[in-house]
Each structure stands twice: as structure tokens, then as C-alpha cells.
T-cell receptor, first 113, second 117 residues
Framework: AQSVTQLGSHVSVSEGALVLLRCNYS??????LFWYVQYPNQGLQLLLK??????LVKGINGFEAEFKKSETSFHLTKPSAHMSDAAEYFC???????????FGGGTRVLVKP | DTEVTQTPKHLVMGMTNKKSLKCEQH?????MYWYKQKAKKPPELMFV???????INESVPSRFSPECPNSSLLNLHLHALQPEDSALYLC????????????????FGEGSWLTVV
């Protein structure tokens, strides 16, 4: 069984400040980990994914995430927040089979001018 | 731009109506999915089709009936729904397990907003 926990359902950052979204996973097999973003009234867009090739994963829109096996974490960061980053962010995990994606509860990001 | 296309974007239906949600992808993916998302919640898996065969049904009520006519199309037939079924319904697709290397990415459509009155 696998699960994902996202710490903080809401995060508020100032424009230009660091964005840090926390994700911890639980998986009985080597996990595949994903971050998706959902803008208001839209579907989910893939930001990045971890597939064991490299522990630091770079994604779109300046986001990156680091896989830390010892901490079972896959936190998402962006050095400088932009107003357009305001959205809901979901961390997700799938097992080796890959077909069943388990989502965390989501973190809503608010960017203040 | 998403390569998973869903229609209609918005649907309002009565509890006695029969309607369908449609999904199409042209990425050559052989796995297709239906997810349900309530407001302020993560998506919940409903069904998975693999090579046009239903492989996962997450104990979804029979008033939701999926259909996969071919490898590019996925439908969700709706009948006798309840107001609590109002939600965003997301279609998604991916390469089938074991292909495409590690961790097949699931690509989502924009969703169909369903309101049951």
C-alpha cells in the first residue's frame, strides 16, 4: 500500500519569496513520485516526476523537487514565487505497476503582491 | 495544452436523466482513467481501462457506467445520479504498465463539471 501526506493545506508566500511545499510518502516498493498543479477551474498539469534517475528533479515553470529516501520526502520548491503560481498543488505516488496514482490532500498556494 | 480532450466542459442533469461524458486522446496511450474530484479535495480514482478492458473499478456505484469503444475513446455513462455526485470528472491516460520506462506519467484532461439537480 502507498500513501502521501502533504503538510499544510494552505501556504501563503510573497511574490519573489521561496515556495516550499512538503510531501512525505509511504510505499512498500520503490516509488514513482509526481507533483501536479491545478489552476482554478482546470484539470491537473504535471509539474515534474521522480523515477529514480536522479534525486533532484527539475520541472516546468521553475519548480524542482528533491527525493530523499532517508526522510521519505519529495518536497517541491521554487526560488522566487510569481503571481501566476497561485494554484492547488498535489503530490502523488504510484507503485511499480504505475497505473494507480494515490494523491495527497493538496496544498493551496496564495501569492501576495 | 492538454492532449486529453473532454466534452462537455459543463453538464447539468436531473436525477432521472441519462447523459454521457466523453474523453479522447491521440497520444497512443493504452491505459485510460476516470477520476472524480470534489471541491477542495484530491482526485479519486473511479475506473481504469487497460487495452480497452476494464482493469480497475474502485467500487463505483452502478449508476456510473464506463465504456471504452476503442483505444482513443473513453465514455462515462450517467444514469439516475444523486446531487452528491456533482463534481469535476477528470479523464486521464498513460502508456500501459511496463512500457515507456519507469513510472508512467498520467496525463489529465481539463475535466467535465457535472451538476446534478
Amino acid at each position: 500500500a502507498q500513501s502521501v501526506t502533504q503538510l499544510g493545506s494552505h501556504v501563503s508566500v510573497s511574490e519573489g519569496a521561496l515556495v516550499l511545499l512538503r510531501c512525505n510518502y509511504s510505499s512498500s516498493v520503490p516509488p514513482y513520485l509526481f507533483w501536479y498543479v491545478q489552476y482554478p477551474n482546470q484539470g491537473l498539469q504535471l509539474l515534474l516526476k521522480y523515477t529514480s534517475a536522479a534525486t533532484l528533479v527539475k520541472g516546468i515553470n521553475g519548480f524542482e523537487a528533491e527525493f530523499k529516501k532517508s526522510e521519505t520526502s519529495f518536497h517541491l520548491t521554487k526560488p522566487s514565487a510569481h503571481m501566476s503560481d497561485a494554484a492547488e498543488y498535489f503530490c502523488a505516488v504510484s507503485g511499480a505497476a504505475g497505473n494507480k496514482l494515490t494523491f495527497g490532500g493538496g496544498t493551496r498556494v496564495l501569492v501576495k503582491p | 495544452d492538454t492532449e486529453v480532450t473532454q466534452t462537455p466542459k459543463h453538464l447539468v442533469m436531473g436525477m432521472t436523466n441519462k447523459k454521457s461524458l466523453k474523453c479522447e486522446q491521440h497520444m497512443g496511450h493504452r491505459a485510460m482513467y476516470w477520476y472524480k474530484q470534489k471541491a477542495k479535495k484530491p482526485p479519486e480514482l473511479m475506473f481504469v481501462y487497460s487495452y480497452e478492458k476494464l482493469s480497475i473499478n474502485e467500487s463505483v456505484p452502478s449508476r456510473f457506467s464506463p465504456e471504452c469503444p476503442n483505444s482513443s475513446l473513453l465514455n462515462l455513462h450517467l444514469h439516475a445520479l444523486q446531487p452528491e455526485d456533482s463534481a469535476l470528472y477528470l479523464c486521464a491516460s498513460s502508456q500501459e504498465r511496463g512500457s515507456g520506462g519507469s513510472g508512467n506519467t498520467i496525463y489529465f484532461g481539463e475535466g467535465s463539471w457535472l451538476t446534478v439537480v
